[in-house]
């Protein structure tokens, strides 16, 4: 038998703000049998069609060193460029530009609490990549 994960748990500061920053950038919402509230040691996202669940966990300790797990984010309706724009406004900060000349490459940020995660090529952007480089 195997297994399936059930959700992904995100150690916080603040489960509650981290939620909701987490469920803008992502276009996800809270269950609505079980909404979020500030007061909440544990608050859960959930995408439209619910097959992904993100839990955040209020710990007392902050984030002291580098994720040794994160969250790669495809952009499904605009540009890698335009989506990197919409999250650093969202207040995401820049962690490291690994985007190359020739347009591949992907962009680490980080979310309000320091946990890394990475902006990677639209599937539209990677599709035509490769066809420009097909047999090459």
Known sequence: MTCRISHTSIDARDAYAQSVWWADLLGYTEDPDDPNAPDHDECLIMSPDRTVQVLFIEVPEAKSV???????????????????????????????????????????????????????????????????????
């Open 66 to 136: 580098k994720n040794r797990i994160h969250f790669d984010l495809r952009p499904t309706d605009r540009s890698q460029a335009e989506e990197i724009k919409r999250v650093l406004a969202l207040g995401a900060t820049e962690v490291t530009d690994l985007r190359k000349p020739d347009g591949t490459g992907w962009m680490v940020l980080a979310d309000p609490e320091g946990n890394e995660f990475c902006i990677l090529l639209s599937d539209a952007e990677r599709e035509a990549y490769l066809a420009a480089h097909a047999g090459s």
